[in-house]
Nanobody, 121 residues
Framework: QVRLVESGGGSVQPGGSLRLSCAAS????????MDWYRQAPGKQRELVAT???????DYADYVKGRFTVSRDNAKNAVYLQMNSLQPEDTAVYYC???????????????WGQGTQVTVSS
């Protein structure tokens, strides 16, 4: 069984910072892509940042220059450093992983349960 667990969410004032973490555990052979998504109330889930196993990263335009995604392949973990947070960043943030389980020959998508980020004065 595979689990993705996010942590680090909370409430912060505009201009503040938070660091989200996501750790994958279970019978994991290899993780390819690990991404961050978010979903605000009444809106669709949207991509925030992507990271490949090789270290390549990409960002949605609305977070470029403010958010930084990083990986620790040895720990099966991905992080999201969020700076200069604004009220429009308020959402539930989800971790996504495309991974191969031990004994499997294909990659499968997994999601974490989400962590709430609230930006308000």
């Amino acid at each position: 069984q595979v689990r993705l667990v996010e942590s680090g969410g909370g409430s912060v004032q505009p201009g503040g910072s938070l660091r989200l973490s996501c750790a994958a555990s279970g019978d994991i052979f290899r993780i390819n892509q690990m991404d961050w998504y978010r979903q605000a109330p009444g809106k669709q889930r949207e991509l925030v940042a992507t990271s490949t196993r090789g270290g390549a990263t990409d960002y949605a335009d609305y977070v470029k220059g403010r958010f930084t995604v990083s990986r620790d392949n040895a720990k099966n973990a991905v992080y999201l450093q969020m700076n200069s947070l604004q009220p429009e960043d308020t959402a539930v943030y989800y971790c996504y992983a495309n991974l191969r389980r031990t004994g499997s020959t294909w990659y499968t998508a997994y999601w974490g349960q989400g962590t709430q980020v609230t930006v308000s004065s």
